[in-house]
Each structure stands twice: as C-alpha cells, then as structure tokens.
C-alpha cells in the first residue's frame, strides 16, 4: 500500500456521484452520435500550434473525420489565421490535397492556396480571388458569394482552436474559464520541437482518455519503462466547468541506467529523470512547489490532456471517427536543441516516452473489444479516477440535455 | 561493407551497416528485426563508444554532422533506440505487453528521422 496516495477526493465532491460508470455510453451508436452533436459540433476543439504556421503564406490541414471534413489553417499576410472547410466552392474537390497524414502542411509567398482540379484561388481571408476562364460562367456567378466556408478560429496561449458551430454558444476565453486562468503563463511557446506519434484505434474515444486520465496505471502498464515510479501520487485536483486537472507526484524516478543518466546529464528531458534546472511554472501549477511534483495533466473538454512539466511538455488527444474507432495523437513538447549531443539526448527521452505510449495503448482495443462482449454492465472506479467520473459527468450533461430538446421538440 | 567508420572506432565497424540509420523508423525497425543477443552486442560497444560520438558530433553545428561522422552519430542514435531494451526490457527487441509498434507514425519535428 502506497502510503502517500491522498484520501478520498471523491468526499470533497460528492456532486460527481460514486457509483459504478454505466458502460453503454462506450459501445452506443446514437450515444456516440449525440456526442458528435451535442459536444464535437458545439464546442471549441484544438487543432495545432501557432508554430505549425509561423509565417504569412504558412498553412496546414486537419483532417476532422468525425465531421467528415478537414481544415484549412493558414496565416495571412496581416499574420491573422483564417479557418476554413477544406472545400472548393467550384464542384467540391479538396482545395488542399492532403498528403495521406492527418496533418498537412504547406506554404504559400502570396498566401493564397489554389485548388488544383480547375485552378482556384483563395487568400487567407477565404476569399475567392482567382477563376480560370471565369467569363466562361453565366453571369449569376458571383466570386463574393463563393468564398471558401469558414469556420470559427481563436487562439489560446499559443494554441489553435476551432468551432464547428454556425454560431458558437460562447468565446473561447468564456469556454476555457478558469482553465485558461489556471495555465495562462505557461511558456508553451518556448519549448516548440514537437515529437508526434500518432494511430487508428479500434477503440471509443473515451476509453483513450480514460486510459490516460489517470495515474493508477502506472505501477503495472509502465512496469516496463518506467519502473522507478511505483511510489506516486496524485493531487492538485481542481475543475473549471467541464474543464478539469490534477497533479502527478512521485517518490522516485527511474533508476539510473548507463545510457538513460548519459541522456539526462546532457538534457532533462523525460518525465522518468529528475530534473534539476529551476523552470517558470504559474502559480496555481504546483501551489506548494512541491518537490515530488512530477507533471500536472490539464483536460481542455472534450477530448484534449496537455500536461505541463518543468523543461518538457506534452499533450494526447483522441479523435472520434465512430462510436468504436478513433484517431490518437500525442505529442511531446521539448525546447529547441542548441547542439547535436543535445539532439541525441532529447531522443533518448522521447523514444523511452514513445515507448511508455505504446504501454499505455496497449490496453485500449482490449477494454472496447471486453466491453462489447456485453458481460459487464457496469465499470467500477478508485479515488484517483476521478478525472474519469468529471468526463463522464460533463459529457452526459450534454447528451441528456440533447435528449431533453428532441423530447421538447416532441411535446 | 559499404560504410566505413573514421579510425579509433573500429570495435564499431561490425554494427555499422546494420545500425547507422538515418530515420527513427529504419532503426526501431532493426531493433525489432533482432536478436536480443544482438541487441546486447551492439549496445555494449556502442555505450563505450558514446562519449567519442558525441564529442565529435559537437565540433559540427547543430544538424550539420556530416561524412563519416555522419554515420557514426547515426550508430548513437540507435544506441538510444535499443538502450531501453537492455537496460529496462530485459534485451527484448520489442516494448514488452505494449500496442503493436508497427501501427504507430511518428513525425518529428516535420520528418521522420
């Protein structure tokens, strides 16, 4: 029994309920629909960093398979980011073709982007600017009501997000409430070198999250990278609306190990290794300044964890494709290397952390696959899985509500 | 044999047209594609020979390491790959109980290696 595990979180909020999770909302169709229509097409989600595209001209491309589209990010002559459906107002055909990644990238010195079926053009604002053989179209064609289709874009400390809807039920800013407040001050923008693994899992995006949102996991899943953090804990627990965050804290790091303490003397760089420099964290990230704290996991709802440490940062999101598929992405976040050792040892840490990955989503396609076999109804969680039960709660708000507007709508 | 390694890094030759590999991709592939014999055997000479690696790749600025010295930071980088396989997994040449590796993209930076 691991001593320093914090008693009941559970207690301090009584609103989240304690019993055991129903496992429908993980295998339903119509739940996954009404979380595509309530949660993915309502709200702001995060699509890139503004470092992805640091000059005018610079664009990229997310694919949004849950929507069936994909966005055009790009920054514009006046350095402002436009988003746009990735849609050609002539007959339809991707504007930018994508590579066959789930992110794409280009760059264009007139910041425009042209559509390579028939030759159209776009600027950064969507507008439509250029129309091979344009006299050749009756005259009820008109450039100004063929813009591409926007789509609602802001930024948040660096970060890109979007919002599906006509008409956003509120501002990012309002959105992220005391989430914002809590990680505003963060240094993201300095430690921009991005490590990206990303894969398809035939499993319900929620069972991704669920499976990184907690910390009792560590001592068996990481049993094999990280075998020095047996004795954590967590902490730190706080909530921002559907937002939420807690701390991860351990006794211990990784033992030293000839190549792993060769990296880490070079460059801290793994959650697994001390570290030693002293680093800028805002004063709500590890209040106390606690020696043991390791990292703190932020949930930005509906689907983005950005954790935040001292020297690296890193975040995973999982993207809804069907009730049983997903896209997973996650990312890890060092400063630039000044020198080729320093290249080296950053890629230590970031193959040991690939590696914890590959533990961690080991066990997603099992649980979906156990779950549909309909033995279980129900799943049962510990003090430390609370983020699990707030996701839960948050996301069964919305669908509930979205079942009272249809019954509304019946009345 | 088609690469040759500068002098004083000959207990290295033997692995360098296995290992020095120049994408993240080809050398996770190797590793899996071992033995854990040869995993070890690599990894013992490598570990040796890092520091020597790593002070020649820093006469070149960063990014630029270039000829034979090219090859041998390369041979460090998959030292990197296979050091958690002896050093944590027992010389498995795969991340023991882990999802299958072969699923997963990686993108570093904007490249693959």
Same mark, same amino acid.
């Given at each position: 029994?691991?001593?320093?595990?914090?008693?009941?979180?559970?207690?301090?909020?009584?609103?989240?309920?304690?019993?055991?999770?129903?496992?429908?909302?993980?295998?339903?169709?119509?739940?996954?629909?009404?979380?595509?229509?309530?949660?993915?097409?309502?709200?702001?989600?995060?699509?890139?960093? /503004?470092?992805?595209?640091?000059?005018?001209?610079?664009?990229?491309?997310?694919?949004?398979?849950?929507?069936?589209?994909?966005?055009?990010?790009?920054?514009?002559?006046?350095?402002?980011?436009? $988003?746009?459906?990735?849609?050609?107002?002539?007959?339809?055909?991707?504007?930018?073709?994508?590579?066959?990644?789930?992110?794409?990238?280009?760059?264009?010195?007139?910041?425009? /982007?042209?559509?390579?079926?028939?030759?159209?053009?776009?600027?950064?604002?969507?507008?439509?600017?250029?129309?091979?053989?344009?006299?050749?179209?009756?005259?009820?064609?008109?450039?100004?009501?063929?813009?591409?289709? &926007?789509?609602?874009?802001?930024?948040?400390?660096?970060?890109?997000?979007?919002?599906?809807?006509?008409?956003?039920?509120?501002?990012?800013?309002?959105?992220?409430?005391?989430?914002?407040?809590?990680?505003?001050?963060?240094?993201?923008?300095?430690?921009?070198?991005?490590?990206?693994?990303? $894969?398809?899992?035939?499993?319900?995006?929620?069972?991704?999250?669920?499976?990184?949102?907690?910390?009792?996991?560590?001592?068996?899943?990481?049993?094999?990278?990280?075998?020095?953090?047996?004795?954590?804990?967590?902490?730190?627990?706080?909530?921002?609306?559907?937002?939420?965050?807690?701390?991860?804290?351990?006794?211990?790091?990784? &033992?030293?190990? &000839?190549?792993?303490?060769?990296?880490?003397? /070079?460059?801290?760089?793994?959650?697994?290794?001390?570290?030693?420099?002293?680093?800028?964290?805002?004063?709500?990230?590890? =209040?106390?300044?606690?020696?043991?704290?390791?990292?703190?996991?932020?949930?930005?709802?509906?689907?983005?964890? /950005?954790?935040?440490?001292?020297?690296?940062?890193?975040?995973?999101?999982?993207? =809804?494709?069907?009730?049983?598929?997903?896209?997973?992405?996650?990312?890890?976040?060092?400063?630039?290397?000044?020198?080729?050792?320093?290249?080296?040892?950053?890629?230590?840490?970031?193959?040991?952390?690939?590696?914890?990955?590959?533990?961690?989503?080991?066990?997603?396609?099992?649980?979906?696959? $156990?779950?549909?076999?309909?033995?279980?109804?129900?799943?049962?969680?510990?003090?430390?899985?609370?983020?699990?039960?707030?996701?839960?709660?948050?996301?069964?708000?919305?669908?509930?509500?979205?079942?009272?507007?249809?019954?509304?709508?019946?009345? | 044999?088609?690469?040759?390694?500068?002098?004083?890094?000959?207990?290295?030759?033997?692995?360098?047209?296995?290992?020095?590999?120049?994408?993240?991709?080809?050398?996770?592939?190797?590793?899996?594609?071992?033995?854990?014999?040869?995993?070890?055997?690599?990894?013992?000479?490598?570990?040796?020979?890092?520091?020597?690696?790593?002070?020649?790749?820093?006469?070149?600025?960063?990014?630029?390491?270039?000829?034979?010295?090219?090859?041998?930071?390369?041979?460090?980088?998959?030292?990197?790959?296979?050091?958690?396989?002896?050093?944590?997994?027992?010389?498995?040449?795969?991340?023991?109980?882990?999802?299958?590796?072969?699923?997963?993209?990686?993108?570093?930076?904007?490249?693959?290696?």
């Amino acid at each position: 029994m691991n001593a320093r595990l914090k008693p009941s979180f559970l207690s301090r909020y009584p609103e989240l309920g304690t019993e055991p999770l129903p496992v429908y909302p993980y295998l339903a169709s119509d739940y996954y629909q009404k979380e595509i229509a309530s949660i993915f097409r309502q709200d702001w989600l995060c699509v890139g960093r /503004i470092e992805e595209i640091p000059k005018p001209g610079d664009y990229k491309v997310k694919r949004l398979d849950f929507a069936h589209t994909s966005v055009i990010l790009i920054r514009g002559k006046d350095g402002a980011i436009g $988003a746009f459906h990735n849609v050609c107002r002539h007959r339809g055909n991707k504007v930018v073709t994508e590579t066959g990644r789930e992110e794409t990238y280009g760059s264009n010195k007139a910041a425009v /982007i042209t559509c390579r079926f028939h030759g159209w053009t776009y600027d950064a604002k969507g507008a439509l600017v250029g129309v091979p053989q344009e006299e050749r179209f009756p005259p009820c064609f008109k450039r100004a009501d063929n813009s591409l289709v &926007p789509i609602h874009v802001d930024t948040w400390s660096g970060f890109i997000c979007i919002n599906l809807a006509e008409k956003p039920r509120m501002q990012l800013s309002e959105f992220l409430g005391g989430l914002k407040d809590h990680l505003d001050g963060y240094p993201f923008g300095s430690m921009p070198d991005v490590h990206t693994y990303y $894969a398809h899992l035939n499993c319900n995006w929620k069972i991704g999250m669920d499976a990184f949102g907690e910390a009792y996991h560590v001592p068996t899943i990481h049993a094999g990278s990280f075998p020095g953090l047996t004795d954590y804990w967590q902490d730190d627990v706080a909530f921002y609306g559907d937002h939420r965050s807690i701390a991860f804290f351990a006794a211990d790091m990784n &033992p030293p190990t &000839p190549v792993g303490s060769a990296a880490n003397s /070079i460059f801290g760089a793994s959650i697994a290794l001390a570290r030693t420099e002293p680093f800028p964290l805002p004063k709500t990230v590890n =209040p106390t300044r606690h020696k043991n704290w390791g990292f703190e996991q932020s949930t930005m709802f509906p689907n983005f964890l /950005i954790h935040v440490g001292e020297g690296l940062w890193f975040t995973h999101q999982f993207w =809804p494709i069907s009730e049983n598929k997903c896209l997973w992405e996650g990312k890890y976040f060092l400063k630039a290397p000044k020198t080729n050792s320093e290249h080296w040892a950053q890629r230590y840490a970031v193959t040991l952390q690939r590696n914890a990955w590959l533990e961690d989503t080991a066990t997603m396609e099992d649980t979906h696959d $156990a779950l549909m076999s309909g033995a279980v109804k129900q799943i049962n969680l510990q003090d430390d899985e609370i983020m699990l039960r707030h996701a839960f709660n948050a996301i069964n708000r919305r669908v509930r509500a979205l079942d009272e507007e249809a019954k509304g709508a019946h009345a | 044999m088609s690469i040759t390694l500068p002098g004083g890094f000959e207990d290295l030759q033997p692995f360098a047209d296995r290992w020095a590999l120049a994408t993240e991709y080809e050398r996770a592939a190797e590793r899996r594609r071992s033995s854990p014999a040869d995993i070890k055997a690599f990894y013992d000479v490598g570990l040796r020979c890092l520091p020597q690696i790593l002070k020649r790749a820093d006469q070149y600025p960063l990014g630029q390491i270039s000829g034979v010295d090219s090859s041998l930071f390369h041979l460090a980088l998959s030292l990197a790959e296979v050091a958690p396989h002896v050093e944590f997994y027992d010389c498995d040449p795969r991340v023991p109980f882990a999802f299958r590796e072969e699923r997963l993209v990686g993108v570093h930076c904007g490249t693959a290696d």
